[in-house]
C-alpha cells in the first residue's frame, strides 16, 4: 500500500525559511516523479513543484520558482521541499503527491494527508 | 498564468448525471492530453479519478468519465451517489511546462 507521509510545517514569520519532508512507502520510489502542490485556506490546488524520478530536472510554479527548491533522496524514499523567503500568501496546507510516471508532470495517483505552513507575524 | 476555469459548483440527484466542464487555451488542455480529474473531500487527500484526459485509475468506478474538445475537458459523472458530494478539481499540463489546476467545482448531491 502507498504510503506518503509529509512533516515539517509549522508556523513562520515571513521571509523565513523551512524545509518540508515526505516519506514514502509501498512501491519503488526511484522509479516515480514526486511532486508538491498546496491548497491556501478556502482556496483551491495550487501546483507548486515536481522532481523526475532520477531527480536531474526540476520544475517550479512560477510563484515559487527562485524562493523554492525541490530535492529528493532516493535512499532514503524522501522528497523535500526547501521554502525560503516565505510570505504570507505561502500559508497552506502542502501536499506531497506520487506521479504515476518517471516524469515529472505526469497525474498525481498518491497523496499525502498535507502539513501546514503559516506565514505570519 | 491564470487557473483552468471550472464552475464555482454544480449539484444533482442520486442516480442523475452530472458533467463538470474545464477551459483552458492553447497553451495547455489544447495541445496537451495530459488533464487530469481530482475528487476531493475535505479533510482527506485528494484522490485522482481521471488521467490523460480520458484514463480511469485501477480501483476507480466505471461511473466517472472524461472527455477533451478543443481548449474544454469535461468530466461526467453518472449514477450519482452520496459519496460523490465532494470538490473536484481539473489540471492540466501547459507550455511552460508547469501544471496548472482549475479553481475546483463543488458537487452537491440533493
Known amino acids: 500500500e502507498v504510503h506518503l507521509l509529509e512533516s515539517g510545517g509549522r508556523l513562520v514569520q515571513p521571509g523565513g525559511s523551512l524545509r518540508l519532508s515526505c516519506v514514502a512507502s509501498g512501491f519503488t520510489f526511484s522509479n516515480f516523479a514526486m511532486s508538491w502542490v498546496r491548497q491556501a485556506p478556502s482556496k483551491g490546488l495550487d501546483w507548486v513543484a515536481a522532481?523526475?524520478?532520477?531527480?536531474?530536472?526540476?520544475?517550479?510554479s512560477d510563484s515559487v520558482r527562485g524562493r523554492f527548491t525541490i530535492s529528493r533522496d532516493n535512499s532514503k524514499n524522501t522528497v523535500f521541499l526547501e521554502m525560503n523567503s516565505l510570505r504570507a500568501e505561502d500559508t497552506a496546507l502542502y501536499y506531497c503527491?506520487?506521479?504515476?510516471?518517471?516524469?515529472?508532470f505526469g497525474s498525481g495517483d498518491f497523496w499525502g494527508q498535507g502539513t501546514l505552513v503559516t506565514v505570519a507575524s | 498564468q491564470s487557473a483552468l476555469t471550472q464552475p464555482a459548483s454544480v449539484s444533482g440527484s442520486p442516480g442523475q448525471s452530472i458533467t463538470i466542464s474545464c477551459t483552458g487555451t492553447s497553451s495547455d488542455i489544447g495541445s496537451y492530453n495530459y488533464v487530469s480529474w481530482y475528487q476531493h473531500h475535505p479533510g482527506k487527500a485528494p484522490q485522482l479519478v481521471i488521467y490523460d484526459v480520458s484514463q480511469r485509475p485501477s480501483g476507480v468506478s466505471n461511473r466517472f468519465s472524461a472527455s477533451k474538445s478543443g481548449n474544454t475537458a469535461s468530466l461526467t459523472i453518472s449514477g450519482l451517489q452520496a459519496e460523490d458530494e465532494a470538490d473536484y478539481y481539473c489540471?492540466?499540463?501547459?507550455?511552460?511546462?508547469?501544471?496548472?489546476f482549475g479553481g475546483g467545482t463543488k458537487l452537491t448531491v440533493l
Open positions: 522532481v523526475s524520478a532520477s531527480a536531474v530536472t526540476r520544475y517550479y
Open positions: 503527491a506520487k506521479v504515476r510516471s518517471s516524469s515529472p
Open positions: 489540471s492540466s499540463y501547459t507550455i511552460t511546462s508547469s501544471i496548472l
